[in-house]
T-cell receptor, first 119, second 114 residues
Framework: GAVVSQHPSWVICKSGTSVKIECRSLDFQATTMFWYRQFPKQSLMLMATSNEGSKATYEQGVEKDKFLINHASLTLSTLTVTSAHPEDSSFYIC???????????????FGSGTRLTVV | DAKTTQPPSMDCAEGRAANLPCNHSTISGNEYVYWYRQIHSQGPQYIIHGLKNNETNEMASLIITEDRKSSTLILPHATLRDTAVYYCIVRVAGTQGGSEKLVFGKGTKLTVNP
């Protein structure tokens, strides 16, 4: 259980275009999802928290107008990289939060990531 | 910022136990410790989590010190497929009253040698 599907797994786009990445929770409802970015040989950096039905909460230093997040349903969050530039090339990973049974414990499941290359 | 520190790398012989340490001296009383691992170019995989009691599952054991300022992840019989970056994470409160979140530190690169 608690499977997260992320698509596409890789994408190459031209500089100046926009790219959309999808993150779906397949067997649970995710009111909260998270988007991370990872540069080569570095750790994951949290970009934003995506909340179903409301605006995303962005981490300090992350441009909300450049990285548009939409969480319109309980199973889908999307990240759109607008006007992409070569420096946006990175590995983008989503994560979904889910409740473990009726307890107050939460799990966090990650997608398989999207390798974005901007040329 | 991450609230954990880990050694950047460790080696382990195949079949032996791998003990990965983590310091989280500023952890608060209600903050959980999570362990994930990431194999190259994949999303992080959940291993185990705990609050103050030791935990064990089919993958690993988690030993948390009584003062909760450090913990150790134990892979009882490491295999070559356990080679990965292991992240110890303290779940932190969200900003602006939002959801709690996982903030990753730099992790430990574990190499299991034949």
């Amino acid at each position: 259980g608690a499977v997260v599907s992320q698509h596409p797994s890789w994408v190459i786009c031209k500089s100046g275009t926009s790219v959309k990445i999808e993150c779906r929770s397949l067997d649970f409802q995710a009111t909260t999802m998270f988007w991370y970015r990872q540069f080569p040989k570095q750790s994951l950096m949290l970009m934003a928290t995506s909340n179903e039905g409301s605006k995303a909460t962005y981490e300090q230093g992350v441009e909300k107008d450049k990285f548009l997040i939409n969480h319109a349903s309980l199973t889908l969050s999307t990240l759109t990289v607008t006007s992409a530039h070569p420096e946006d090339s990175s590995f983008y990973i989503c994560s979904a939060k889910w409740r473990q049974g009726v307890s107050l414990h939460y799990g966090y499941t990650f997608g398989s990531g999207t390798r974005l290359t901007v040329v | 910022d991450a609230k954990t520190t880990q050694p950047p790398s460790m080696d382990c012989a195949e079949g032996r136990a791998a003990n990965l340490p983590c310091n989280h001296s500023t952890i608060s009383g209600n903050e959980y410790v999570y362990w994930y691992r990431q194999i190259h170019s994949q999303g992080p995989q959940y291993i185990i989590h705990g609050l103050k009691n030791n935990e064990t599952n089919e993958m690993a054991s988690l030993i948390i010190t009584e003062d909760r300022k450090s913990s150790t992840l134990i892979l009882p019989h490491a295999t070559l497929r356990d080679t990965a970056v292991y992240y110890c994470i303290v779940r932190v409160a969200g900003t602006q009253g939002g959801s709690e979140k996982l903030v990753f530190g730099k992790g430990t690169k574990l190499t299991v040698n034949p």
